[in-house]
């Protein structure tokens, strides 16, 4: 089963709009990590959050802010006044207590119409 | 922060041949690499998991022997494709955590483009 799911494959919006990038996850662990991951055309991973399952704070950092919901198991990803270099593929990754792994959702392409 | 390269960041090699991949810790020890394979539009996917000096643990589904993995000090990982083929065409992406690190503390390196022709 996958352990994370991220069900927008594709997303756009016109500049300045608001989106957010839905994120499931699944695990039986009590303690593990969550992560949100910007991937530009150029490949390269630019990390953006990492939030623990005891943390359930919504977080905000300028034009990004996350809402962990652990009675959901989601935790989405809001972009606000969206602007073109915002377009990118985002990956939520899940890493759980027992294991080394990281577990990648199949990402969300977004892209910013000026 | 910690910092980890990969090189080349590209590459282009005919059917057949063997290419290898670098992956560098470059201001920490690292004493587990990962390596994980992005197809087009995909998502990344763990091929295998290599601790310094020992013989890396390859995920099911992944040849050991056509993906020869590496990891003789604590700073450098190889991943080799051996006779490569168009289908082992991908980004690949390593990360490393170091000594002493959180399981979750992993860095990854700004990927390699292999495409084989």
């Known amino acids: 089963a996958q352990k994370v799911t991220q069900a927008q494959t594709e997303i756009s919006v016109v500049e300045k709009e608001d989106v957010t990038l839905d994120c499931v996850y699944e695990?039986?662990?009590?303690?593990?990590?969550l992560f949100w991951y910007k991937q530009p055309p150029s490949g390269e991973l630019v990390f953006l959050i990492r939030r623990n399952s005891f943390d359930e704070q919504n977080e905000i950092s300028g034009r990004y802010s996350w809402n962990f919901q652990k009675s959901t198991s989601s935790f989405n990803f809001t972009i606000t006044a969206s602007q073109v270099v915002d377009s990118a593929v985002y990956f939520c990754a899940l890493s759980e207590g027992t294991g080394n792994q990281f577990y990648f959702g199949t990402g969300t392409s977004l892209t910013v119409i000026p | 922060g910690a910092v980890v390269s990969q090189h080349p960041s590209w590459v282009i090699c005919k059917s057949g041949t063997s290419v290898k991949i670098e992956c560098r810790s470059l201001d920490f020890q690292a004493t587990t690499m990962f390596w994980y394979r992005q197809f087009p539009k995909q998502s990344l996917m763990l091929m295998a998991t290599?601790?310094?000096?020992?013989?890396?643990?390859?995920e099911q589904g992944v040849e050991k022997d056509k993906f020869l993995i590496n990891h003789a000090s604590l700073t450098l990982s190889t991943l080799t494709v051996t006779s490569a083929h168009p289908e082992d065409s991908s980004f690949y992406i390593c990360?490393?955590?170091?000594?002493?690190?959180?399981?979750?503390?992993?860095?990854f390196g700004p990927g390699t483009r292999l495409t084989v022709t």
């Open positions: 290599s601790n310094e000096g020992s013989k890396a643990t390859y």
């Open positions: 990360s490393a955590k170091g000594a002493g690190a959180a399981w979750w503390e992993q860095y």
């Open positions: 695990t039986r662990d009590t303690t593990y990590y």
